[in-house]
């Protein structure tokens, strides 16, 4: 008989090693679910200014980007007044509920535990909590990747993917007999999403303050001068396009045919570009081509055509082949340095696309785009800060995805 069928999980606490199976029940047995409720109009809520201004008139209004596992935001974006929102009581929430996204987003799962009263999007179904102490569990046991697979077979094969309310109420849930191993359970993960949180804040503050930075060391539209300089500098920035310093160039096209699962050489297309590689080809082909086509030199910005319009990754010098026209790079002189141009890229407005639905970048707006360049010695200096604020974000980037892929790991061995 496997450990599933056991009911017990991979990974326990060791005193728990040989105590009993965990009991099975439908999410209907722990809580009772609602969702939206009829004759409530949604164009009642509002959008203040502030916050602080309607916080004794009004009720946070929580919709499914409004929270993520142990996370509630109550600084949305819209408040319902109160007279209004204490006529729906089944939405209204002041005890323990279980969020969960039942159309966009399917599957995402909050715990909503505040004192504070909130109004709950039509979007959401909520689970009233029979016993309070269960929904720790519930919502660590449908985050992970078994109860998102439940979510994914549910959903409707339609153009606007949802689940309902009776889908909800079917969702099996497997939880601890023991009150004890229920706490550990909640403790542990609590503890790890904490440090998660800590980690994330910490990232989000180098963030803004390199946004920060960005803001100030690059001219303002109409501006020929930065805010903020490195003394010794004062002339203006000239004004040039991309095309004037240089072409956009790409890979030799790669057939299908030429690629396969694994190989020699990594071949990046859009979907991959900045990750990892699902497809390689021939060392010889590589050589071949690198030989005869344009190939990037190391420290070239390559820069995303499609899809995440605009991304950008520096060629580090590997042996690495990319998907011609939805991978490119600006192959230029010596009148621009690669470490400005990448962080110019950071805040580069395309030319042609502002408040355009193309969601292609055509050579011809990388080429016309607009650029103010100070000197090159200018521009090694700003390179160089940036490169040295990057590499102490990237130390806060890297520990946050390892403790979000241990939390992955964990949930998927602590529950069934």
Same mark, same amino acid.
């Given at each position: ?15 728990? *090693?040989?105590?009993? *199976? ?17 004759? %409530? ?108 697979? +439940?979510?994914?077979?549910? =959903?409707?094969?339609?153009? !606007?993917?949802?689940? =309902? ?33 800590? !980690? ?17 060391? %690059?001219?303002?539209?109409?501006? +020929? ?7 010794? %500098? ?20 790669? &057939? ?23 497809? &390689? ?40 082949? &990319? ?8 192959? !230029? ?62 130390? +806060? ?15 998927? *061995?602590?529950?069934?």
């Amino acid at each position: 008989m496997s450990e599933n069928e056991k009911k017990v999980p991979k990974r326990r606490f060791k005193e728990f *090693e040989n105590a009993e *199976e965990w009991e099975q029940f439908k999410l209907e047995d722990l809580c009772s679910i609602v969702t939206k409720q009829t004759g %409530f109009d949604y164009s009642a809520t509002i959008k203040p200014s502030l916050q602080a201004e309607v916080s004794d008139t009004t009720y946070p209004f929580i919709q499914n980007k409004d929270f993520s596992g142990m996370n509630i935001n109550l600084d949305t974006d819209f408040f319902i007044p109160k007279d209004i929102a204490e006529k729906f009581p089944k939405i209204l929430l002041d005890k323990p509920a279980i969020l969960i996204s039942i159309s966009g987003k399917i599957g995402n799962v909050g715990f909503y535990r505040l004192d504070n009263k909130a109004f709950i999007g039509g979007a959401v179904g909520i689970c009233k909590l029979l016993d309070a102490s269960d929904g720790v569990l519930i919502v660590y046991e449908l985050s992970s990747d078994i109860g998102q697979l +439940h979510f994914s077979s549910l =959903t409707k094969a339609s153009s !606007h993917a949802n689940i =309902t309310v009776e889908d909800i109420r079917k969702l099996p849930i497997k939880i601890p007999k023991s009150v004890k191993e229920k706490e550990l359970i909640g403790m542990f993960f609590s503890s790890l999403d904490n440090l998660i949180t800590l !980690h994330q804040r910490k990232l989000e503050k180098m963030k803004v303050l390199k946004k920060a930075y960005l803001t100030d060391m %690059f001219p303002v539209e109409g501006e +020929h001068k930065p805010k903020l300089r490195f003394a010794g %500098f004062t002339d203006d920035w000239e004004q040039y396009k991309l095309g004037d310093l240089g072409e956009v160039v790409m890979n030799r096209r790669i &057939f299908k045919e030429q690629t396969s699962d694994e190989g020699d050489v990594p071949f990046y297309k859009i979907g991959t570009f900045g990750s990892e590689p699902d497809a &390689f080809i021939s060392r010889k082909l590589f050589e071949e081509y690198k030989l005869k086509y344009p190939y990037p030199e190391k420290g070239d910005i390559l820069i995303s055509a499609s899809g995440s319009i605009g991304r950008t990754v520096e060629y580090m010098g590997k042996d690495e082949y &990319f998907q011609d026209s939805n991978i490119v790079w600006l192959k !230029h002189d010596n009148r621009i340095i690669n470490s400005f141009l990448k962080q110019f890229y950071s805040i580069v407005k395309w030319s042609g696309l502002e408040g355009s639905t193309i969601k292609r970048l055509y050579n011809k707006n990388i080429l016309d785009t607009p650029i103010l360049l100070p000197k090159p010695e200018e521009q090694k200096k700003i390179g160089q800060f940036f490169i040295e604020l990057d590499n102490l974000i990237t130390p +806060h980037q890297r520990k946050l995805e390892k403790l979000q892929n241990i939390k992955k790991a964990y949930l998927n *061995e602590m529950f069934i």
